[in-house]
């Protein structure tokens, strides 16, 4: 058990997975030599080979098209999408392929692909560096999308990801990848996908969030602790399939809700979650089912005056809290 | 052709290698091809099915091409015209019709896809979608995979004309070029994408001439000329399984009847065009060569054509009896279901 | 002043827009000699010639970002996409470029490009003929998306779209072509792009929905009128931007709301109905939110039985009215 | 070169039809961009901006190939490395400042995009993305809305050799092709992107063998040759503006710096590799053949040193004082706002 940082805790993964089983390989732009323009990916090169850590042609669709096809002959390819931003000329390929295999196979085969992609912005790294790119996969059929908040999850989470049947998105919030830290055993375990963590037990509320937002929730509700406000902090983990579950069983103890995601509001995530709430928990509820989100701008500006301007905090979120607990 | 004048020449397929069994064989699969196609329009205008998607013209091309690989071995990707390549690698005309029919039991996809939607795991035939050319960078990943196995595996994979001008074909070509990858690109260039003529798809006369900007030959065949196509895909099926890589092959052909059951085809090309063609059909073609080597007579290509009419028959009987999916197994197989 | 289909409605807003202002064109596949798959756009190749009427090559990221290209060089083109589902290999030009166009240039540019898509099922099309794509695209900041119901608004929508400065999706539902028809006045008219319309006013319930499904949910609304429970339905007709405040004001009025659409359910458009209604009008409802859409398949399968079962029908909606009128 | 010698030649530079003028203003926009580029690099080491892009080794190219187009007249868009670029078409050294440190004022975005990212309305500079190669297709929508309208305009576009492999590249070459479109596409092949060496972007040794593939021309030049670039450039402006359709050049050249400030290039190329480069920098390589022509010496070299130094401080300066833009300001122009 030791205490690594979330860009150890997927470059692990990837390296035991890679070690414990020949399927799995990897593939994307600048992972070979250079490692990654995170640095997840050092050293597997030079432990594995040119043949396992690809680096490929400048071309996402193919990145993504020739791991489903490489899916479908038995392999675990892992793809590297080097920014979140750059999976939108792979949208087809994931949309129209991955995701409909199964479903058109009748269930005879699936595609058990791993699509890696740092996302999210508080980097400077403008509208094409910083994007939140899930809601845009959320809600089509066939896709697992997981967003781990820390460093045991991360790993956890993506191995289970490589030993799916089924394609899974796995988004990695490259701010945390330096920031977040946190205990992880030396031991192989798996994190299931499709469950979501209490990480903070509460009585008065539920927030719910997941990736970087998770912790500056967590941040949050300890300060308003200070109120004598009792936060329950759910972080889903795994957006697709949502644990619709462990949200219900969360709102219906505290009667109210707030979401939180740093993708922009309108149509994120935090949506399908009200919805759900606002459908089955409808009796419980005791106060307006709130969200809190970047605004409805293409992602976060380059200047830091934008960006901060834009990017949901600590101190936003203890504001929310604050009002919905008042309500 | 004399007899001494035979005696004199070596046929073309005993040069390339077929058996006159083999090539009688590959006859009747064309046959066969056009025999599913023309039932399938049959089937569709009265009402037994919405859609039909044929591929009369194209027999020459698919079939020989299929010919050339190692069935059971190598990986197929076919697109949805290609009828007569699912039958050489050995789809069945029973399974041709339950797809046709949109039946639960058709292996392709059990009703869920459109008809020409091909998949069957047991024959190597990989399953295809309908956005045009997504499969180009699937059959560049297969055939990774069995190079990265140490298989001697090739994997053929077919598309239109029209599918050249899409992201994805670019893409998928050059991944294979600089891996040198074990595939077969066969471009089935009929001259038309739907209504869109090759003028308005691309400013080249010969698609062929790209492989070289993948760094891999490219050859231009006559796809109407069932016996140049299999010569020029054993060819790089051989150059694919030495791991010379990759080729790309365009075989000029027509389509001869519409699209799809949806198209009608008088909108954007003349009678005198497709009839002009029609003259050139690839069956006619192989017959002729046949009987000009005296493989086949008039009784025997009859016998042929009953025999081919049966089938179709058959699997047309069987696959009307076969039960349509049930309503709620709509919903299974998003994800693995266990058991 | 006539009756006409919706197909027709389409044609004619094309045709007079390209006649009104000479830097409309159009481009797509099979849109000249052929007149469109759907045959939307027959005659127009005659009338205003090749160079207006372009046949491209079957690329649609090039259709979209040649588009793009001619919209910030003084045109104003509208693209086809031959079928919604073949909208994937575009998403790059329409997500990365035309959405962001004029918040990257901080207002000095905009993108003011149309693409035009035929969506929707129920017309034996398989998994690929009869997806609903809007919310792959709905919550992306930048763009408009359009569905209209009747030739009336989809007439004047599409007017108001090709002379919107921002770019603007436009589905139109196939199976409503030449099933739906409706008044059109004869002179030139404009319906403004963000307004919802009530298509049948009523006390008890709000109905919320668009497209085909708009036409579903009056039958349904008729029907139930016999038993006594009174319906309002809202026609969104704009999905983005969403009018907020006709949904509001309804919903504020009838105290219950049933959000239908095709599209599967999990991340559709009603989510963020619902997520709206659950946080602004939390004190008026009086009863759960509630939404009916196709399930979480990759759309509709080719076989009838399948495709049937998939499909949202006016006999499901009459359930759903029925079930929440007596919450 | 004697005196005698220089009088029996015509120098390269007459007869591409440049002055020596011309060449001297080439040359000093070449040596800005580069005194622009380093002092990027102590602004961002020294925390006045978190980011930087520069273009070290590419100004031949760059400021060259931009020298061939009718400025204010045709259509240029430049890729995020292209500052040679923009400089040669009339961007100031204050506006690349502004852009820089993402001020308010920056005429490419106010700050909202990454610095390098292009744009200015005034100069018929393009709006850039980061995603690399969607700026090819824009290409041919703004050529064919040139052509479209009768105007005789040009319309260059720029790109690295990672962009050629990506799906918009092929379907933009290919559409410009097809409509025999007034574009010039101009690669700035430097043998990497990022980390990624040629070899494994394309399994070819000239990029520019793929304009075959689309039916028009293309060339391979030395990129830190600036009179060959110029040379090449202007043939291909004047094909495009006579109606003759697109052409494709690739110009070898080499980044002397990482990719932006947050690479780290010797994780993947060696010293000496750079070092060899460093050689045949086209700056340099100007310099010389201006010094041999007798156009500059020593003194006049310096004196251009000097205002290009001034000039840069000058920006700076300027830059520094301006101010960044309001935090609520990042929600306007989503969409179009009146007034
Ligand atoms: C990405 C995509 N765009 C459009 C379509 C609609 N479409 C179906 S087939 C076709 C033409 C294909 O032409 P080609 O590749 O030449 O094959 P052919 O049908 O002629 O054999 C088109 C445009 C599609 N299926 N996929
Ligand atoms: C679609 C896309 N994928 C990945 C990236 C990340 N990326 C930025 S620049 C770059 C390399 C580009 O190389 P090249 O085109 O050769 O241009 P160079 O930087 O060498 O001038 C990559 C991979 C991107 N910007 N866009
Ligand atoms: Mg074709
Ligand atoms: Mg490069």
Redesign the interface.
Known sequence: MGQINLLQAVHDALREEMARDERVFLLGEDIGAMGGVFRTTVGLLEEFGEERVIDTPLAESAIVGVAIGASVNGMLPVAEIQFADFIYPAVNQIVSEAAKWRYRTNGAQGCPIVVRAPYGGGVHGGPYHSQSVESLFFGIPGLKIVVPATPYDAKGLLKAAIRDPDPVLFFEHKKSYRLVKGEVPDEDYVVPIGKARVSRPGRDLTLVAYGLMAHYSLEAAEAVAEDGIDVEVVDLRTLAPLDTEAILESVKKTSKVLIVHEDNLTGGVGAEVAALVGQEAFDYLDGPITRLASPDIPAMPFSAALEEFAMPTADKIKQALRDLAAY | MTTTERRLRTPTHEALGLTADDLLSMYTVMRLARALAERMWLLQRGGKT??AVTAEGHEGVQVASAWALDRGRD?VLPYYRDLGVVLAVGMSAKEVMLNAL??AADPN???????G?W?H?ELNI??G??????Q???????????K??GEETVTAVYFGD??T????????L??A??H?LPVVFICENNGY????PS??????ED?A??A?????PGVTVDGNDALAVYGATREAVERARAGEGPTFIEAKTYRLAPHTS??DDR??RSPEEVEAWRRRDPIERLRAYLIEWDLLDKRKDEAIGATVVEEVEEAVRLAEASP??????????????KG
Chains 1, 3 share one sequence.
């Open positions: 919405p859609f990986m949109g039946r996809s059990g009703g869920r896809q459109l008809p939607h998949f795991a990989v399953s979608s309908s956005p045009v050319a997504t180009i960078p699937h059959a560049a990943g297969i055939a990774l995979a069995s990265l196995r029209g599918a001008s899409a992201g994805d074909f670019h893409e998928g050059n991944f070029g600089v040198r994408a739907i209504s869109v003028s308005k798809q691309a400013a080249v698609l001439v790209r070289a900007g993948y760094g891999f949806a198209d909108l954007y349509e999916p049930e309503p709620e197994s709509a919903l299974q197989h998003v994800f693995y279901e």
